[in-house]
């Protein structure tokens, strides 16, 4: 069994009762005492340290109950910042995060889809480092950044091992993202990002087992156990966006046939449909499944089924306390929507009680950003980093 010094279990019963603040608050040291079972006297000596540091402060609020009233505890919200990315295809958005959760700013940037990596994450690098600036934020404060983006993602080395969506393969992005900002940097799939968000603040708050499941520019699931990610022996669980759906289907992008990509996706349903007519986005699709033109009702209709049977799937192999669906073909067309649930209803059976069915993702646009930020907060510090 590994000893640890007392200065390690100081360090991690700090991190103990300033979690159980966040957690919590406000609360009050009696709560503390009661929830850690450690002594009055310890939790005092514990939350003078964290109020001196600058974590923690007395509000005005007292605690109820019988007995003599003591001042509630809260989180200081300037203890410290993490930036939120979200890289996507020609557009980044860039947030702040304080030590509340509260994503106080946040900006949406417009890039050069041509843009070479090192390109791209020296303009996000400059965008942070300006945002700072104006923010008159102090350097010392700031945690880190964390950087969601699609692909498959080496989330220990920072690695973007392949992003079909922005043309990367084996990309430092968190290393040369560090060297261009001075500041420690997390990356990790666009979607995980988003799951950790919808975990903490979002339709699956604090559940036992949620399952996230996207569509748009691409399609892929991000599985929360017990408030950890299920990440698989190389971190490709939930990347079913390679699922063979169709062996007489569509040549995907990696090489096989019928890829549940090449149906689900914005690009390929655009693809679909350019063999009708000439267009260039979903919201046109639609506006043709408006008019009741027998081509764009058919489209949608295979489309919805292969929704349908992939979040029926989904239930059925990971069987999570909640399911959340999420991506811009189902939040923002919803003519969509309401054909998927249609076809839901026709493809679950009687194991799967109709009642556990599917949330949809409650955050929007900032939720990338709100996980970034949190990944972020949750890994980069700790009583050391500042």
């Keep these: 069994m590994k000893k640890h010094d007392n200065g390690f279990i100081k360090k991690q019963n700090k991190k103990w009762v300033l979690d159980i603040v966040k957690s919590r608050r406000p609360i009050s040291r009696a709560e503390i005492a009661k929830i850690t079972d450690m002594s009055a006297t310890s939790i005092s000596r514990i939350v003078q340290d964290l109020e001196n540091e600058g974590f923690l402060r007395e509000t005005e609020l007292l605690s109820g109950g019988v007995g003599r009233k003591a001042n509630l505890l809260d989180i200081r919200e300037d203890a410290l910042y993490t930036i939120g990315v979200d890289l996507s295809e020609g557009m980044c958005r860039i947030g702040i995060m304080d030590f509340t959760d509260n994503v ?10 041509a843009q070479a990596p090192e390109e791209t994450l020296r303009f996000i690098a400059e965008a942070v480092n300006r945002t700072i600036r104006e923010q008159d934020l102090k350097p010392d404060k700031i945690a880190g950044i964390g950087l969601g ?5 080496n989330h220990s080395s920072g690695v973007v091992n392949h992003s ?13 993202l560090e060297r261009l900002t001075g500041y420690p940097v997390i990356v990790d799939n666009d979607l995980k990002m988003l799951a950790k968000a919808e975990y903490r603040y979002g339709a699956a708050q604090y559940s036992k087992s949620s399952v996230l499941l996207g569509f748009g520019s691409g399609v892929g699931v991000a599985i929360i156990m017990n408030g950890e990610f299920y990440r698989g022996e190389n971190n490709l669980a939930g990347e079913i966006s390679h699922v063979t759906v169709d062996i007489n289907g569509e040549q995907c992008k990696c090489g096989k046939i019928g890829c549940l990509g090449t149906i689900v996706t914005e690009k390929a349903m655009i693809r679909q449909a350019a063999r009708f007519v000439p267009i260039t986005s979903v919201h046109e699709l639609i506006g043709h499944y408006n008019k009741q033109e027998l081509w764009a009702l058919n489209l949608l209709d295979r489309v919805a089924v292969y929704i349908a049977v992939t979040i029926t799937n989904c239930l059925y192999l990971y069987n999570p306390e909640i399911l959340v669906l ?14 998927v649930e249609e076809k839901y209803k026709l493809t679950v059976s009687e194991p799967i009680p109709m009642q556990m069915a599917f949330k949809y993702a409650q955050l929007g646009d900032k939720a990338i950003v709100m996980g970034a930020a949190l990944q972020a907060q949750d890994t980069l510090f700790n009583f050391d980093s500042l």
């Design 164 to 176: 079909v969506q922005l043309g990367w393969s084996e990309i430092h992005a968190a290393g040369i």
């Design 104 to 113: 106080f700013y946040m900006e949406k940037v417009s890039m050069e889809l």
């Design 149 to 153: 983006l699609p692909g498959i993602v």
């Design 326 to 339: 999420s991506g811009p073909i189902l939040e923002d067309y919803p003519e969509i929507r309401k054909l």
